[in-house]
């Protein structure tokens, strides 16, 4: 009896919410898509961003298909590749929606066949770099910054470049030694592709990285650790950091302050791909869809407070507001095959052991 | 001869389940130490690959350096200060004994997580205590992220488990030997130099091993105050190895487990030798009367303020760091405590689902999960108590294996099992997953507790019922079972605050369903979400607290 | 001269006083032993000697020697009173070798290794125990850890020896050689001993003088012989031997004697103290003193046979008189029914 009366409520919902929201530009038989999603009941996301930095958007999803329950699960970009890999493995199914930060992985997830092929009606307003074989899209716009802290930098050190940066701390290695705070590229995928992009931009990176290990600097496997220690004093000085997260904090947080490198910024993009072993999906490609809808980008770049990818869209962070700031000096990192090509065991080794060389010549003065 | 089928299967069962619970994960980490790629891909090949590369990666080298270092940091720290205390609380008349020892043993049921984060936030370069010293005074003397310094915190956290094994000996020394002593002419530091240190010494030893080999598992201490100068140690570069080549590397950390175990087991074996010859003096000895007390004088002073300078530094300032941070925005230099106070934190994890979640779970492993583990562990206790053939002995042995691996590694592979075992495939991702592991994991501590109410049943009680016509089940069932009830409730609560404490063995099996505080502050000190980190320590501390309260309360001895 | 003076010694755990105001000497040559049922004091008391525990009240003094002195405040920690101390469980420490555990005394009072292995070796022989020197305790028997423990006692001549109850762990039959044997010794090296048991079998065969405490008071003290014949107290005469014992009612008192008089008996004895005519009292007396009678006659009484039990060197009889029970030792079984026994007079004591 009870059975009855929801199915029945999931129908006349599901209908509501076709005539709402399908935009031009959508396949006319969107609607089974969306019947079979209602049916399907639920979508599982696996993603590297916080439940609680998602919220914004989970609710606004579930208002607009409230027969699609989101089962939203947060971990480390490598928890999920890990945690992907051996379900899929095991044959007992994975998410139906990968969404993280480490493009690198993603796209590697996609070329060993992890993905399932979806031509999201959406993918025209992303820029070309943001789609991927029509089966993993950029979602998001995010810029590596620097970081320091308010009350124990001035003004006048702030560094506005990459290689103010270096001979920032170069110069002052007495205030600096010790106070300088980068990703550990060891531990985390995200660091590690981002100085990979700046050796590519960065004429001057191996005098940075001779500068980091001359002032001992300090590594973290995440940005919010990088955050805490800036904000607290501790580190004076963040290299590379994820600009969402330090500019969200920045607003609540006096001691801390936020510099995008005038010379060049980074942008990353956060990878989505529907699982080829998805359970559900029809969810999947709404989930997507949604994503990277007007609608969802407006959200991104609004209360989750990352920066949309859309330059139709009209928020607070957003990569219009960025190119306005910066002019032709963002330089994304392309949603390609180029970025996978640093997990290869061996490049990768070498590129670690160039690195480790090059501050330990620094460390010791040479 | 049917009877003793239908009587044995039982026993058979539950030394089969055991056997399987503890030997499948370590297999299967075995097994992927000899392969190339994770067990489940397709393009693995057998071979030494993992060990080569690992032996030729010089961050194994500093990390085993490192791990070496420190555990022998440990031995020299905690056996004398363990041993000292023990005599001081066990001998001498210093005064508010009762009050003193169960914060003595604090320490060792506060997550080592939750001490290490404790730390940096209390002392760190910026913590509040640094802060405090450097407006009063300037400076602060001290770092916490040196090896050195990881070291001593280790050691002075590890003091407790070397206290809890000497005072036990001196507690069943009869001080009759020292009052021999006494009246043949030695000074009471004599006594304790000449008579009670040397018989206390096997016990010592068992737990100079004991803190050496769990400084070669170190975790928690090493992940949170290693991570600023970038030491490393064996469990935290095994950790490293998530991440280093881009994609997973369970060979290459199977390796590396199966080299922590290369030195861990032997050291298990080595305790349990010990363990077997410190009894040989037992047979003679003496028995336990009142023992007159020794008189401190003014040494009382001095050996009760370095007690609690010990406190202070141990419990105080950590556990105090950790209920600041968790109620301000944030700190360091400049911030006015008055104006970063906040309850902030404690919303968002109330607003946060899968926190929420992992606070109940962690209620619940401890409570109910405990109940089934100690549950468990009497029912492998009854498997071999009485029995000494052949199955009692490789039960013996086999309950310490777990012991030697690492947690983290334990819970890997558990992950594993839970994957790809068709039958376990269902409870992977609910909180059996996550109890199964940590009651393997503990086994061994579980199993001594167990042990421990059970050799208090007297022999010849059971013969009794025996004779009466009482057979073993039913001897267990309504003699042995009901004598050693109180044992039960004792070791229930111990095994809740430990459960409460775990951290390592959860962070694999970490997934939608199976959140504990222990594994999601791993996870979150991980990703920076260090508000949150601080207020859940705090509610972790809470709980522990409530567990310690409640044990005090019904006079639950908290050491076997 | 007295080696050991204990005057008016109180002490208490906590609120429960164990001794009550003990007072003692001990002479030169002399093995005095505390007896009393467990409970009683003695072994505190002798703790208290040595040094082990605090009395709050009270003065030791061991020789001219003022030890502890509860009014002064003074009290000299056990190991600087030069006692030798041989305790119930032996406590030979389980890590030194026979040898070791003997010459420890000897090292703590820094005499010259040459010395030390002279002294050592004489004490072990007088106490056959030269050929255990180089063991441990636990590879000896336990009549050997006895002696042991005896030898690291004796080894520094001190002037008072305290034993614990030292034959308390030894098998039955071991026990009554090693009772004649430490006698024997006592008395050839002239030790002045202080001895603790709760066998007053024991007390009588190795003491000069017995002391009895009861919760915490001398109830009696006195030779071994004055001890078991002549017992001040109902108290006293239970504790030494085996004895029967009749309620009854007093019914006159004269002249030393007493008449007591109980349900189909009545009988006359040596008046006690505390006998008084026309209160309840209590007739008692010693097994070997009772006898078989042939028929009725002055201070007899009939009584029911229940049982014999042959003892190997004479028969023990039990009686059944009204709800009382009678034990006698004879020399031949008896017949099933009623028996009359005799009770001397001067054998039966009246409380």
Known sequence: ?366 | MRTSVVAAFPRALTILVTASAVLAPLSLIFYQSFLTAPFFDARKTVGVGAYEFIFADSDFWQASLNSLLIASTMVIIAVPLGGLLAFVMERTDLPAKRWIEPLLLVPSFVSPMVLAFGFVVAAGPVGFYTVWATELFGGAPWGIYSLTAIGIIAGLTHVPNVYVYASAALKSLGSDVEEAARVAGASPFRVALTVSLPLIQPALLFAAVLVFFLGFELFGLPLVLGDPEGHLVLSTYLYKLTNKLGTPSYHLMAAVAICIVAVTFPLVLLQRFLLQNSRKYATIKGKAGRMRELPLGKWKWIAGGLIGLWLFVGVIVPLSGIALRAFVTNWGYGAKLSEVLTLEHFQSIWDEPTLVRAIWNTILIGTVGGAIAVACYTAIGFATHRRNDGWSRFVDYLVLVPRAIPGLLAGLAFLWVFLFFPPLQPLRTTIFSMWLAYTVVWLAYGMRLISSSLLQVSTELEEAARTVGASRGTISRQITLPLIRHGLVASWLLVFMIFEREYSTGVYLLAPGTEVIGAQLVSLWQGGAIDIVAALSFVNVVLVGVGLALALRFGVKLRD | MAELTVTDLHLTYGDNPILKGVSLTLDRGEVVSLLGPSGSGKTTLLRAVAGLEVPHQGSIRIGDKVVFDGAAGNDIPAEKRNLGLVFQSYALWPHKTVFDNVAYGLKLRKISGAEIQTRVTKALEQLSLGHLAARFPHQLSGGQQQRVALARALVYNPPVILLDEPLSNLDAKLREEARAWLRELIVTMQLSALCVTHDQGEALAMSDRILLLNNGRIEQQGTPEQMYSEPGTLFTADFMGSNNRLNGRVTEVGGGHALIEGEGWRLWGAAKASAKAGQDGTAMIRLERIRLAAGPGDNRLQAALTTSMYLGDKWEHLFHLGGARLRAYGDRPLGRGNHWLEVPREALWIF
């Open chain 1, 1 to 366: 009896m009870f059975a009855r009366i929801a199915a029945f409520a999931l129908l006349g919902l599901s209908g509501a919410a076709l005539a709402q929201s399908l935009p031009p530009g959508y396949p006319a038989d969107y609607g089974q898509t969306i019947a079979a999603a209602g049916k399907e009941g639920k979508v599982v996301i696996y993603s590297a961003l916080d439940t609680k930095a998602a919220q914004p958007l989970i609710k606004d999803f579930s208002a607009l298909y409230p027969n699609v329950k989101v089962e939203y699960n947060d971990m480390n970009s490598t928890e999920m590749y890990n945690r992907f890999i051996a379900e899929a493995a095991s044959g007992q199914g994975s998410a139906d929606v990968m969404w993280s930060s480490a493009m690198d992985l993603q796209i590697k997830l996609v070329d060993d066949g992890h993905a399932l092929a979806y031509a999201s009606p959406e993918a025209s307003k992303l820029p070309g770099w943001a789609v991927y074989k029509n089966q993993a899209y950029g979602t998001t716009y995010e810029p590596a910054v620097f970081i320091y802290n308010k009350r124990l930098v001035t003004a006048d050190e702030v560094p506005q470049d990459h290689a103010a940066f270096a001979k920032l701390i170069a110069t002052k290695v007495d205030k600096f030694k010790g106070k300088v705070t980068t990703y550990d590229i060891e531990k985390s995928g995200v660091g590690f592709m981002f100085v990979v992009q700046d050796t590519k931009y960065f004429p001057g990176m191996k005098d940075l990285e001779k500068a980091f290990g001359a002032s001992s600097y300090r590594v973290y496997a995440s940005t919010g650790n990088m955050l805490e220690k800036v904000s607290s004093g501790e580190h004076l000085l963040g290299y590379n950091v994820l600009g969402s997260y330090a500019l969200v904090r920045a607003k609540k947080d006096p001691a801390l302050g936020v510099v995008l490198p005038k010379d060049y910024t980074l942008v990353l993009s956060r990878v989505l791909f529907i699982g080829k072993q998805a359970k559900n999906p029809n969810a999947a490609k709404l989930w997507t869809d949604y994503i990277l809808s007007q609608r969802g980008q407006k959200l991104i770049g609004g209360d989750v407070e990352l920066f949309s990818i859309r330059s139709d869209v009209d928020a607070e962070y957003t990569a219009a507001s960025l190119a306005k700031q910066l002019g032709p000096n963002i330089k994304p990192i392309p949603v390609s095959a180029e970025i996978v090509g640093m997990l290869d065991q061996k490049k990768r080794l070498e590129f670690l052991g160039d690195w480790k060389a090059t501050l330990q010549a620094g460390a010791s003065g040479k």
